[in-house]
């Protein structure tokens, strides 16, 4: 298994979580200090490398499938995020948002595409509650979170009719989205502005590493945490109209957290 943004937060504790299961798990970050190769760490390998350089996603699965000898499972979780009114937003920061959000990701899933196309495995990208709902102060973000759903819907259709066409489901890769609210992690530490609402409360990292995994053995394809979170994704895609009246009420409701 290869995670990338595994030197902290969401990736780390997905590696810990999937090693203690025994399995075999190249991680990837952008900083060495965070990614300890076994005995003392949980990683088979370690790949420093940051994915929004060319040609970095393609080397970092050439280096886990050396290591590994293919691929079964991809966990996409590096990210970053921006807060503030569009209109005062850098330019530049809308880039840098994109590049490591949304281009990284693309490039990785091609890069990985021919390995799990092999070994009917699967590709996790981990996403945000703001790529399904509109987010206010975090438009950027929550665009470039959205195009993973694009690219999760797109591949899922595309991969259902490549392999072999009498093969079971489980034989097909399978793409996953996980949607998460705001999760406890340095991600709100290195964004421009700190986590600022009094309700709710950042999950536990370790609440999302659970639910990622436990989407990794049954192969669900979309998975929002916590749960609760889906009520709003439901309303905002059958009642578009009503999501957005109710989302520009003087309540908390339109300050939905993501991560």
């Not at 489980?170 to 992690?185: D, I």
């Not at 945490?225 to 989302?247: D, F, I, M, S």
Request: aromatic share 4%; net charge positive.
């Amino acid at each position: 298994m290869l995670v990338t943004g595994a030197s902290s937060g969401i990736g780390a504790a997905v590696s810990v979580l999937l090693a203690s299961r025994g399995c075999r798990v190249v991680g990837s970050g952008r900083r060495a200090e965070g990614l300890t190769v076994a005995p003392d760490g949980s990683l088979e390998a370690a790949v420093v490398a940051d994915l929004t350089e060319p040609g970095s996603a393609a080397g970092v699965v050439e280096k886990a499938v050396a290591t590994l000898g293919g691929l079964d499972v991809v966990v996409s979780c590096a990210g970053a995020g921006w807060e503030g009114a569009f209109t005062t937003m850098p330019p530049a920061e809308i880039d840098n948002l994109l590049d490591i959000n949304l281009r990284a990701p693309l490039h990785l899933a091609h890069a990985a595409a021919p390995h799990l196309l092999a070994s009917g495995g699967q590709l996790v990208l981990v996403g945000s509650i703001a790529g399904l709902v509109g987010v206010p102060k975090e438009v950027a973000y929550g665009t470039a979170k959205a195009g993973l759903r694009g690219l999760a819907d797109g591949l899922r259709i595309e991969w259902s009719s490549q392999g072999n066409p009498s093969a079971s489901s489980s034989a097909r890769p399978t793409v996953t989205l996980v949607s998460p609210g705001a999760v406890a992690t340095p991600f709100f530490s290195r964004r421009n502005r700190p986590y600022s609402h009094s309700w709710p409360h950042p999950m536990p990292v370790t609440k999302v590493a659970r639910r990622i995994v436990r989407a990794i053995d049954r192969r669900q394809e979309d998975v929002v945490v916590p749960a609760w979170l889906g009520l709003a994704v439901r309303l905002n895609g059958g009642l578009p109209g009503l999501y957005r009246a109710l989302a520009t009420f003087p309540w908390h409701i339109q300050r939905l957290p993501s991560g």
